[in-house]
């Protein structure tokens, strides 16, 4: 009997927050640090990997909802029916148990790290030795350059940088009159001191300038001190000021706007120690936040040194701490002699990176720059390796004469900067920047190679899942197709044509291209396998499932009977199993959880740590 529900159960019972679902997908990764199979050290990545994820978060997702908070406050999200306000009361409310699960686990590793020689030492903790060379490392190499302030009415609050680590201390002076100070940790210094003749016992550079705290602040008597981050709110407004059709003018924009991202607002503060009601009062009122926005971590509150414990490592050790290092191999389908661009002329070719190497894409760039019959590359790109040898091979092109298009996306968030340094560096070498169509981000994968033979024009086409990052390349599961077909190489022209003139409308008969074209195709192949029933079936891979009209697609072909497998990498807003409406819908995650229950369904926000082995049901 079909369950008798309101509009808004019917509405909302089968999907979930996005927001909620990332956290979820976010401890997934944390539970990689759980699986005694992982090695140590790459445990210890894992923690490291959650808490910068939980920081982009902050920034990125939790500070578009406290824009849309000021602005639009009564607008709902189409998933869960709540407003802005209550999705981050949910947020506030759900990372702290985050944040306990991540400390367990944390002491855990550390712990057995100590085991094997790789010790995170207080100063205390070291050997009198140490402790000499530790002092007199820090009167030479940090004390001269460390500026401790005290804030006051000749020295207002400093301007905390985004994520940047700062001593924070509880002052007073002999009069008793009490005051606050910070000395921020200078990014030019290492994040941590290894100890000679050691296996590797360190101490990270935060805990060694506490150490020292009580003796820099002057007259002043340090009653209590803790190590401090903020967190800004890194969601840039692109569209606060229309931009000026000029190019030039978009690029320097960009730049001017990315100094505005240090300055936006304080949306979580982190403490790393243990302070008084008092001392937590008067940050609060210092920094401006409200106490929900406050969260207490005994981790270190900057984990990127856990990736550079690696260099410091013996060869002995680094096999029982690490994975064996993985280089994609040739790919079979490809001979390692002869031409790249005439192997694919024969047959389409397919890559999958990680697994496979990107050479044999990198060699075809650089034949293109080379090749005489080669007429034009253009391409599209949202995120280049800091050394670039796919930027490179562009440059070489436009070197050589041919014409090279790039339609640079500066928008890709954290990479803007990158962007714009590559976009100068290309127009430089004599290729073609633009940047894409106001309102809208090129997320397109393409690069197409033009060329004359016998007087005809023929075609190249790459069309890949991933950016063209060789270091990215290397880490994340992607696919990337290279093909001649003639008619994929005519809609290759017209789409960069259509980019040339702003031009969203266009009509192409291989390929779909959003944002026109990709949600109407998918939801019509939806409902064939609805006509289909109980003899249809669905499998779809993705990084995320968010968009409403696709999950309701979904939902209604479940209702049909359809069989549908989801393999998503990260949010997804469909709940799986969920009587009435996707009982149908299986659903797995790249880290291996596999929800199919509605069980699932019942979990509450709020207590997330408490299920995360019930979750991987097979």
């Known amino acids: 009997m079909q369950k008798d529900t309101s509009a808004w159960e019917e509405k909302y019972a089968f999907t979930q927050n996005r927001e909620l679902s990332w956290l979820r997908f976010n401890q997934r990764v944390l539970e990689e640090a759980a699986d005694t199979t992982n090695p140590l050290l790459e445990r210890l990545k894992f923690i490291a990997i959650f808490s910068s994820n939980l920081d982009e978060f902050f920034m990125v997702r939790a500070g578009s909802l406290f824009d849309i908070s000021m602005i639009s406050p009564e607008e709902i999200d189409n998933k869960s029916g709540m407003t802005s306000e209550e999705q981050l009361s949910k947020i506030y409310d759900t990372v702290p148990g985050l944040i306990t699960l991540k400390q367990q686990l944390y002491g855990s590793v550390i712990s057995e790290l100590e085991k094997r020689g790789v010790c995170d030492l207080t100063f205390d903790e070291l050997k009198a030795p140490e402790q000499k060379y530790l002092n007199d490392y820090f009167k030479a190499n940090i004390l001269p350059i460390i500026s401790p302030i005290i804030v006051g009415s000749h020295h207002p609050v400093p301007h905390l940088v985004n994520k940047c680590l700062y001593i924070t201390a509880s002052l007073n002076n002999k009069k008793g009159k009490p005051a606050i100070g910070f000395i921020p940790i200078p990014s030019c210094l290492p994040a941590y001191v290894k100890m000679p003749d050691s296996d590797l016992r360190y101490v990270r550079m935060e805990n060694i300038i506490l150490q020292w705290a009580p003796t820099m602040f002057g007259y002043y008597i340090v009653e209590e001190s803790?190590?401090?981050?903020?967190?800004?709110?890194?969601?840039?407004?692109?569209?606060?000021?229309?931009?000026?059709?000029?190019?030039?003018?978009?690029?320097?924009?960009?730049?001017?706007?990315?100094?505005?991202?240090?300055?936006?607002?304080?949306?979580?503060?982190?403490?790393?120690?243990?302070?008084?009601?008092?001392?937590?009062?008067?940050?609060?009122?210092?920094?401006?936040?409200?106490?929900?926005?406050?969260?207490?971590?005994?981790?270190?509150?900057?984990?990127?040194?856990?990736?550079?414990?690696?260099?410091?490592?013996?060869?002995?050790?680094?096999?029982?701490?690490?994975?064996?290092?993985?280089?994609?191999?040739?790919?079979?389908?490809?001979?390692?002699?002869?031409?790249?661009?005439?192997?694919?002329?024969?047959?389409?070719?397919?890559?999958?990176?990680?697994?496979?190497?990107?050479?044999?894409?990198?060699?075809?760039?650089?034949?293109?720059?080379?090749?005489?019959?080669?007429?034009?590359?253009k391409i599209t790109i949202y995120r280049l390796a800091s050394s670039s040898k796919i930027a490179h091979a562009l440059c070489r092109a436009a070197e050589n004469g041919k014409e090279v298009i790039v339609l640079m996306e500066l928008r890709a968030r954290f990479d803007e900067a990158n962007n714009i340094s590559w976009s100068e560096l290309l127009e430089d070498a004599g290729c073609q920047v633009i940047y894409g169509i106001e309102d809208f981000k090129c997320h397109s994968k393409i690069c197409l190679i033009t060329m004359r033979t016998k007087g005809k024009l023929n075609y190249i086409t790459q069309i890949?899942?991933?950016?063209?990052?060789?270091?990215?390349?290397?880490?994340?599961?992607?696919?990337?197709?290279?093909?001649?077909?003639?008619?994929?190489?005519?809609?290759g022209s017209v789409f960069f044509r259509n980019m040339l003139v702003n031009n969203l409308n266009g009509e192409y008969k291989e390929l779909l291209v959003a944002p026109k074209g990709i949600k109407s195709k998918l939801c019509s192949l939806i409902d064939e396998q609805i006509t289909n029933g109980p003899n249809g079936y669905i499998c779809i891979k993705a990084n995320s499932i968010t968009e409403r009209e696709v999950i309701d697609k979904l939902?209604?072909?479940?209702?049909?009977?359809?069989?549908?497998?989801l393999i998503i990498r990260g949010i997804c807003c469909i709940l799986p199993g969920v009587p009435n409406y996707t009982e149908n819908i299986r659903l797995q995650t790249s880290w291996g959880a596999f929800w199919s229950t509605p069980e699932f369904t019942a979990l509450d926000e709020t207590e997330m740590p408490s299920f995360i082995f019930p979750l991987r049901i097979l």
């Open 464 to 491: 890949g899942t991933g950016n063209y990052n060789e270091k990215t390349n290397a880490m994340y599961t992607d696919l990337s197709i290279m093909t001649a077909s003639q008619a994929i190489g005519e809609d």
């Open 226 to 377: 803790c190590i401090i981050s903020v967190t800004r709110n890194a969601d840039i407004s692109w569209d606060s000021e229309k931009f000026d059709d000029n190019e030039e003018n978009f690029r320097n924009k960009v730049a001017k706007l990315l100094k505005k991202r240090d300055s936006l607002s304080v949306i979580r503060m982190e403490i790393n120690g243990k302070i008084s009601d008092d001392f937590l009062a008067a940050l609060i009122n210092l920094i401006k936040i409200g106490r929900q926005q406050v969260f207490f971590d005994t981790c270190p509150l900057n984990m990127k040194f856990a990736h550079q414990l690696d260099s410091q490592l013996s060869p002995a050790k680094a096999q029982t701490l690490l994975h064996r290092p993985y280089r994609g191999r040739w790919p079979e389908d490809f001979r390692q002699e002869g031409s790249i661009i005439e192997q694919i002329q024969k047959k389409d070719k397919m890559l999958f990176f990680p697994f496979d190497s990107v050479s044999p894409l990198l060699r075809m760039l650089s034949e293109a720059a080379e090749r005489p019959d080669v007429l034009s590359i």
């Open 555 to 565: 939902k209604t072909a479940s209702q049909a009977g359809v069989e549908i497998q």
